[in-house]
């Protein structure tokens, strides 16, 4: 691993070489997924979330044309402060580091380098996947192809419900993608306890998820991740009806205003916290705080 590239902060890197649990987390969240100044704090809270499982968190972002992998409190202002900060997936990586950008990293870029930087197990909110219209417009997320091909194991909410999840299901199930699903047997909604959809496997703790990694060890590969599917509580999901009703009038808006490609996902996710008055964000900062929560407990299992 490049040092002059990807740059493991002190922590993380003492961290690593003792053995001891790491988990990684995403900065898009903290750059472009919630409102100022409530995202730095939110940032925080989930790091110490982290330390409280007994894990070491690793944020991980671009500063300068340089990856860090575990932040310090002034870059983790930064990348909550600085307007300038971009959105970078697994495919913006080299171009930013040639350009000497800035930018927070998503699902497929988060996996890539935590995987570079020796870390297995990574906590987000939802994945991306499979889009509505898929047979139209071949539109799907990179994290599902990067995710086939590296070894991570994601602790999530399933993947946001304004995809085609069962077309995403299949998807992962092509690409060789495991999934298991936390004391369920139905794939998370993001916002929603439950997609309806079904999951083949079923875990029911800190310690199983450990023996299914360790069954991977032993396996020797395929490099595939493994997907934690972990449902938001159903005290804390977004009400199914409110659901339902605002997503289905937000893909009307977006057909009649011609709103197609990458410009349709934040324009469906700004349209449910508008119009569910914030309470589908809340939904999901609940739903990511489950997932730090558990990811910690699994690295702990398996160190």
């Excluded at 983790?76 to 959105?87: G, H, I, N, Y």
């Excluded at 199930?173 to 997609?195: A, I, K, M, N, Q």
């Amino acid at each position: 691993m490049p040092e002059t590239t990807v740059v493991l902060s002190e922590e993380v890197r003492e961290a690593l070489a003792a053995g001891r649990p790491v988990v990684a987390l995403e900065s898009t969240i903290i750059a472009h997924g919630l409102p100022r100044p409530r995202n730095l704090a939110v940032a925080e809270e989930l790091e110490a979330l982290v330390r409280e499982g007994g894990a070491v968190p690793a944020t991980v972002a671009v500063l300068d044309g340089k990856a860090f992998v575990g932040l310090g409190k002034e870059q983790l202002e930064r990348v909550a402060t600085d307007l300038s900060v971009r959105k970078l997936g697994h495919r913006d990586l080299a171009p930013a580091l040639a350009a000497g950008a800035s930018g927070a990293t998503t699902v497929s870029a988060t996996a890539f380098l935590a995987e570079l930087a020796g870390i297995r197990i990574f906590a987000t909110g939802g994945l991306g996947g499979v889009h509505r219209g898929w047979t139209e417009t071949q539109d799907e997320s990179a994290d599902l192809r990067l995710l086939a091909r590296t070894g991570i194991t994601v602790v999530c909410a399933g993947v946001k419900s304004i995809l085609d999840v069962p077309a995403t299901l299949q998807r992962l199930e092509t690409l060789g993608v495991s999934v298991v699903g936390y004391r369920t047997d139905r794939f998370p909604g993001f916002y929603l306890t439950s997609s309806g959809e079904r999951v083949d496997w079923t875990v029911d703790s800190p310690e199983a998820v450990a023996a299914v990694l360790r069954a991977q060890d032993a396996l020797g590969g395929p490099d595939a991740a493994l997907i934690v599917a972990n449902p938001v509580p159903e005290a804390e999901q977004l009400d199914p009806a409110v659901h339902d009703r605002v997503l289905g009038a937000a893909l009307d808006e977006c057909a009649e205003r011609g709103i197609t490609g990458q410009a349709v996902t934040p324009f469906l996710l700004e349209y449910l916290t508008k119009h569910t008055a914030g309470a589908s964000l809340e939904a999901n900062l609940a739903a990511v705080r489950g997932n730090v929560w558990l990811a910690a407990r699994i690295a702990a299992a398996y160190a």
